[in-house]
């Protein structure tokens, strides 16, 4: 029987859900708040949901190791705290004893790679996280790899680039009022749509080797941060936010923090060797489908 467990429903995890989850004969899944009030489990659609915020102090829910020991594969898409990964700090034991569970999928951020200067970068390229939240992702990285490595389970961690879909994109932007455009000469980012996030997973689950590796996923064009912004106007048919230099502009310390890292992700490995297919191999792809679909009106 495959059944699936989702720690951290967030917005990535639902996208999975969403796309793929008819084929599991059981979700079950946590928040760190239920939206629904009530006393033990919440059905959210077709999903089983238990709380489960991850404070060292809290006592979980014996039904999520229950439900542990039922799945045949686990997502992780929960952050890390100050203390590390909330699963592995309460359900380490249960998720490696647990003799169904086969697959694991670790779902990280291609924010590891810290400052490349604008290179072209794979997997394995120097880690430089630049701030505590990068470097508690590293080490949570391979505190996955290593419980496969002495579990004989699969684990597969996928370094996301930014994520857009539904609902997260620079159309629903301009249309609030707060998309920007930045200039700044020489940087890059990284995107993947949720739906391409969603086939990765897919395609890291059905891998027939026990085996653990880390995938970037990506699209398969970095480009200025200003393009999709731009391209976006163009499909709403209003005129951009106007250029502001990366030098004037007003930004959090999270936000300059995040603009510190210049990197070309290559997706080679995940197209290649993971099997993956981009439904939406650049920005313009991503944004018309968006905008056919009434995004941003």
Not at 16 to 37: D, H, I, K, P
Not at 249 to 259: D, I, Q, V
């Amino acid at each position: 029987m495959s059944e699936l467990f989702v720690f951290g429903l967030g917005f990535s995890a639902q996208g999975y859900v969403r796309r793929c989850g008819a084929g599991y004969q059981r979700v079950t899944a946590t928040r760190r708040q239920l939206r629904e009030q009530a006393t033990g489990p919440a059905a959210a659609g077709n999903v089983v949901m238990h709380a489960f915020d991850g404070s060292a102090t809290a006592t979980p829910d014996p039904a999520i190791a229950a439900a542990l020991g039922r799945a045949s594969h686990l997502l992780v898409s929960a952050r890390p705290d100050q203390a590390g990964d909330p699963a592995l700090r309460h359900f380490s034991g249960p998720i490696a004893g647990a003799a169904g569970l086969t697959h694991i999928v670790y779902l990280s951020t291609v924010g590891v790679y810290g400052d490349h200067q604008g290179a072209l970068i794979e997997e394995g390229a120097e880690l430089r996280p630049r701030d505590a939240h990068y470097r508690a992702r590293v080490a949570v990285e391979q505190q996955w790899l290593e419980l496969g490595r002495a579990a004989g389970k699969s684990v597969h961690v996928l370094r996301l680039a930014g994520i857009y879909g539904p609902g997260r994109n620079q159309l629903v932007k301009i249309r609030e009022g707060v998309a920007h455009r930045l200039i700044r000469p020489g940087q890059v980012f990284n995107r993947i749509h949720v739906d391409d996030i969603a086939a990765a997973i897919d395609a890291a689950f059905h891998r027939a080797q026990v085996e653990q590796r880390i995938w970037n996923v990506t699209d398969s064009e970095p480009c200025a941060p200003q393009l999709p912004v731009e391209y976006a106007a163009e499909l709403l048919g209003v005129a951009p936010p106007p250029a502001i230099p990366f030098e004037e502009a007003e930004l959090t310390p999270m936000a300059r923090s995040f603009w510190s890292g210049n990197k070309r992700v290559s997706n080679r490995r995940m197209r290649e060797e993971l099997g993956v297919t981009l439904a939406y191999p650049s920005y313009r792809e991503g944004l018309a489908a968006l905008a056919a679909a009434g995004e941003g009106r």
